[in-house]
């Protein structure tokens, strides 16, 4: 596959790229087939990194890569640093070019547990097929060079979150450009390192950065597809924010037996203040919480056009109920969300013991939407807690304030980022759509909002509400974050189709109807 890329370069350097306005009979299909190998090649080549996002050491490593890669396809690239690990800028300029798109991509992954991994290492990819009991088991990579079913999977972290993405858009580039291509709009990439952590100093670079980053539109090519598998836009995500609470029960584990009726334990404390937050339904019955969310009938209509099975859905998830929040699973996401991530306190199975826990913990992560202020809710919540009996505190309590308080609670809070939503009928709606019946001969199923979220928001603010839609290109059922990790063969090659689409999809020529 590197002479692959060496005739690619080769071919640009004899010949002048042309417009994508000239490229609208391209073959996708028939570029997509033949640059699938390398794609897949650049996609275990960038997956072999490890990428941690907790360990600085291992981002560097992946820097390093994709400048280089960006480099060596004639990007330019620039490093945007921040107090920990810097955002990577490429830029492509285009002659003549009036419009410029900017993508989005992290790079970064999740932490990992290698017992709990199905391979010797979830940083040297693997590709697996289901055998006849229906187990995934390990075959060689090389079958590719010979042999091809789109079920097949390759395991790895980061396969589909988010280096799977990137690699098909470099896949797609290349394509491109061996047919003597370009896109009649400028390319810009950011590269995000601290995803995984909540992307921690991606505002304050956006904001500093914001000349070079300058785009008319912007495209997150990360996250998965509908359940259905089918071509997938989404116009939104909702953002999320944290809340770590503690409960104090004695200042030590005391014995139950001696203690059992006399120390308050915190962990009953710490569930029923949980619980006073919802309904049996999963409803937040804290005052204000949903307030400046009114679906129209229209958006309603909108949200029906999601071809989702509820019972399907139910069915697959194993749940006999769901949450009494929306009427539908698309109505559930256009709301903020209050959810219980974690709880820890004492032991349980062969390491518990019989005390009267010093502490409880409960994580929780609220999702936002574009309605809702993070700092209101924040302040609603903290105001129930208090009206509960509470009183709360950021730091563990001295021992004044453990006699002089009968319920304390230690509150520990952070904003990761906004919601964002772009209208459908927006020039990148618009445009998008137009390259997905290109690519795939229908229209491509359109997702208000997402359920999942991303650091898009301090763009869309920096960069004078720029439009942001998502391309989603990998299989729903990927594992991301978890153990086994994977990207389906099928979805990868159908990304490289998508992203070639875009490239060549004419900008300058889009008409859109005002009225």
């Known amino acids: 596959m590197k002479k692959l890329y060496l005739l ?38 960038l997956l072999s990194i490890p990428n941690d996002s907790h ?49 989005y991509f992290h790079i970064d992954g999740q932490s990992v547990d290698p017992k709990q991994w199905e391979q010797p290492d979830p940083f040297k990819p693997v590709l697996k097929k289901k055998n006849k009991d229906g187990k995934w088991e390990i075959i060689p990579m090389e079958t590719l060079q010979n042999d091809y079913d789109p079920e097949w999977r390759v395991f790895a972290r980061s396969a589909s979150d988010d280096k799977g993405p990137f690699a098909m858009f470099l896949a797609a580039w290349d394509a491109m450009v061996s047919k003597g291509l370009m896109p009649d709009y400028n390319v810009k990439v950011i590269l995000d390192f601290e995803e995984e952590i909540g992307s921690p100093n991606l505002a304050a670079a956006v904001t500093k950065y914001k000349n070079d980053l300058k785009a008319d539109m912007m495209l997150i090519m990360d996250g998965p597809r509908h359940v259905s598998n089918m071509p997938t836009l989404s116009f939104g995500a909702r953002g999320i924010s944290q809340i770590t609470l503690t409960t104090y029960g004695p200042r030590v584990d005391l014995h139950s037996g001696h203690y059992g009726n006399y120390a308050p334990n915190p962990a009953l404390r710490m569930s029923q203040l949980l619980a006073s937050m919802k309904d ?98 924040f302040a609603l919540i903290r105001k129930h807690i208090e009206d509960q009996g509470y009183y709360i505190l950021d730091k563990d309590p001295t021992d004044e304030e453990r006699a002089k308080y009968p319920k304390l609670i230690k509150w520990e809070g952070s904003i990761s980022y906004q919601a964002f939503r772009t209208p459908m009928d927006s020039e990148p709606g618009i445009w998008l759509n137009k390259a997905y019946v290109r690519a795939f001969g229908n229209e491509p199923i359109r997702n208000r909002i997402s359920g999942g979220s991303l650091p898009i928001a301090p763009f869309v603010e920096a960069l004078d509400n720029i439009p942001a839609v998502t391309v989603v290109t990998v299989n729903f059922d990927n594992n991301q974050h978890g153990p086994n990790e994977n990207i389906r063969i099928g979805n990868f090659k159908e990304g490289i189709k998508t992203a070639l689409a875009i490239f060549t999809e004419p900008l300058s020529e889009l008409k859109i109807d005002k009225k």
């Open 280 to 377: 049996e339904r999963g409803r937040v019955v804290i005052p204000g919480f949903y307030d400046g969310i009114r679906l129209t009938q229209a958006e309603k209509d909108i949200l029906a056009m999601v071809p989702d099975d509820d019972e399907d859905i139910m069915r697959k998830i194993g749940i006999g109920i769901t949450d009494n929040v929306g009427e539908t699973y698309q109505e559930s996401l256009q709301y903020p969300s209050l959810n219980i991530r974690g709880l820890s306190s004492g032991s349980v199975g062969n390491e518990a013991r019989t005390i009267v826990p010093a502490i409880a913990v409960a994580e929780i992560d609220v999702r936002l939407v574009p309605e809702s202020d993070p700092e209101r809710l």
């Open 8 to 45: 690619v370069v080769g071919y640009s350097l004899l010949f002048s790229l042309s417009y994508a306005q000239r490229s609208v009979k391209i073959d996708l299909e028939e570029v997509t087939d033949s640059y699938f190998l390398h794609g897949v090649d650049i996609l275990n080549s």
């Open 55 to 103: 360990y600085p050491e291992q981002l560097i490593l992946n820097i390093e890569w994709c400048e280089a890669n960006l480099k060596e396809r004639g990007w330019l690239t620039k490093r945007l640093e921040t107090s920990s690990v810097p955002l990577v800028l490429g830029q492509k300029a285009v002659p003549n070019a009036k419009k410029t798109v900017l993508f």
